[in-house]
């Protein structure tokens, strides 16, 4: 139920913070776009340049965080991690990538010409090097503002 809760979410999200180690434990968090949630999988892009990419190499584990910020709600995503860097899957999820972008820049046009909001850069652009990673969701928690916790193992 709570997984079911969390992809529903997610579909709706454009960034994740998501969370990585290296194998002498030093942790690394950093945006993500959120590509798509799928069949128990959220596929994220990243740049091959920074630590999350280089943690992941060596430990191929992530974990996702973001807030409701409407209930307060805090969520964890936990998973193993499989990179998607060439084949037929990564021909589909760059094709979906591809029209991600133009999606979240018509949006972000739309939102700066109607109310008058100032980007510094309205066009989404990727980099030339680039990957998409899909986090197989293995467990969620659900955090309340109460400091209440709900654990889901998938």
Same mark, same amino acid.
């Given at each position: /139920?709570?997984?079911?809760?969390?992809?529903? =979410?997610?579909?709706?999200?454009? =960034?994740?913070?998501?969370?990585?180690?290296? =194998?002498?434990?030093?942790?690394? &968090? &950093?945006?993500?776009?959120?590509?798509?949630?799928? $069949?128990?999988?959220?596929?994220?892009?990243?740049?091959?340049?920074?630590?999350?990419?280089?943690?992941?190499?060596?430990? +191929?584990? &992530?974990?996702?965080?973001? /807030?409701?910020?409407? #209930?307060?709600?805090?969520?964890?995503?936990?998973?193993?991690?499989?990179?998607? !860097?060439?084949?037929?899957?990564?021909?589909?999820?760059?094709?979906?990538?591809?029209? %991600?972008?133009?999606?979240?820049?018509?949006? %972000?046009?739309? !939102?700066?010409?109607?109310?008058?909001?100032?980007?510094? #850069?309205?066009? *989404? &652009? /990727? +980099?030339?090097?680039?990957?998409?990673?899909?986090?197989?969701? !293995?467990? *969620?928690?659900?955090? $309340?503002? #109460?400091?209440?916790?709900? %654990?889901?193992?998938?």
């Amino acid at each position: /139920m709570l997984k079911k809760k969390v992809a529903e =979410f997610l579909k709706q999200k454009e =960034f994740v913070s998501v969370a990585t180690c290296n =194998f002498q434990g030093r942790p690394n &968090a &950093a945006p993500k776009l959120i590509l798509k949630e799928d $069949a128990g999988n959220v596929y994220l892009v990243d740049y091959t340049i920074g630590h999350t990419w280089e943690n992941l190499l060596v430990n +191929p584990r &992530a974990s996702l965080s973001f /807030m409701d910020t409407d #209930s307060l709600n805090g969520y964890q995503v936990n998973g193993p991690v499989q990179v998607v !860097e060439k084949g037929e899957e990564y021909e589909v999820l760059l094709n979906e990538l591809l029209q %991600r972008e133009i999606d979240l820049s018509t949006k %972000r046009i739309i !939102e700066g010409v109607t109310r008058g909001k100032v980007h510094g #850069s309205f066009e *989404v &652009a /990727m +980099p030339k090097r680039f990957i998409i990673f899909k986090v197989k969701i !293995e467990e *969620v928690i659900e955090i $309340a503002p #109460s400091g209440g916790m709900t %654990r889901e193992k998938v």
